[in-house]
T-cell receptor, first 115, second 116 residues
């Protein structure tokens, strides 16, 4: 069965420091991968999505970047964090070729607090 | 423009009763998908139910059913026989895009609190 993991689960970082959140998917190949951000008590905002290795689409201009160095690995990064980057970050995957092709499944999430 | 609208920020429901969560959407694409997710306080997003735009029947998954009214562009979630564990935030989402290039847009969410 397919599984998705992201880490770290919780992160407290000072303003101006770098960020790296990692997400990996197991049990599937060539999935679509997504990074969403959720501000406190709000809905989810799509940040990046990828349909293949090295293919990244950015949805909103921001202080963040994403990379997909391997088929099932998706990384969210920042060179210098801002206070406004605080939030709950969720990685997700989907696979049109699987029985659940229409569904997007989420990881456990990463809580980021920038201080 | 807002593509997914959830007008109920919060709702209370008595245990064992049914509750309906409203969702309306906006798209000009004839092919789309509608989803509901549950987010408990732990933060994980749990997939509940899916409805395709061409599906003739309303989707059901256990105690969850989706009241799909295509002409009105609404996709309300009905939770029957509410349980205390149903207390969570619920998000309606719509799949956009074609082929392998697609993504989900989310509504603002509805917080459900089940009372004993």
């Amino acid at each position: 069965s397919q599984t998705i993991h992201q880490w770290p689960a919780t992160l407290v970082q000072p303003v101006g420091s770098p960020l790296s959140l990692e997400c990996t998917v197991e049990g599937t190949s060539n999935p679509n991968l997504y990074w969403y951000r959720q501000a406190a008590g709000r809905g989810l905002q799509l940040l990046f999505y990828s349909v293949g290795i090295g293919q990244i689409s950015s949805e909103v201009p921001q202080n963040l970047s994403a990379s997909r160095p391997q088929d099932r690995q998706f990384i969210l990064s920042s060179k210098k964090l801002l206070l406004s980057d605080s939030g709950f970050y969720l990685c997700a995957w989907s696979d049109l070729g699987s029985p659940s092709g229409n569904t997007i499944y989420f990881g456990e999430g990463s809580w980021l607090t920038v201080v | 423009a807002q593509k997914i609208t959830q007008t109920q920020p919060g709702m209370f429901v008595q245990e064992k009763e049914a509750v309906t969560l409203d969702c309306t959407y906006d798209t000009s694409d004839p092919s789309y998908g509608l989803f509901w997710y549950k987010q408990p306080s732990s933060g994980e997003m749990i997939f509940l139910i899916y409805q395709g735009s061409y599906d003739q029947q309303n989707a059901t998954e256990g105690r969850y059913s989706l009241n799909f009214q295509k002409a009105r562009k609404s996709a309300n979630l009905v939770i029957s026989a509410s349980q205390l564990g149903d207390s969570a935030m619920y998000f309606c989402a719509m799949r956009e895009g074609h082929g392998n290039d697609y993504k989900l847009s989310f509504g603002a969410g509805t917080t459900v609190t089940v009372r004993a």
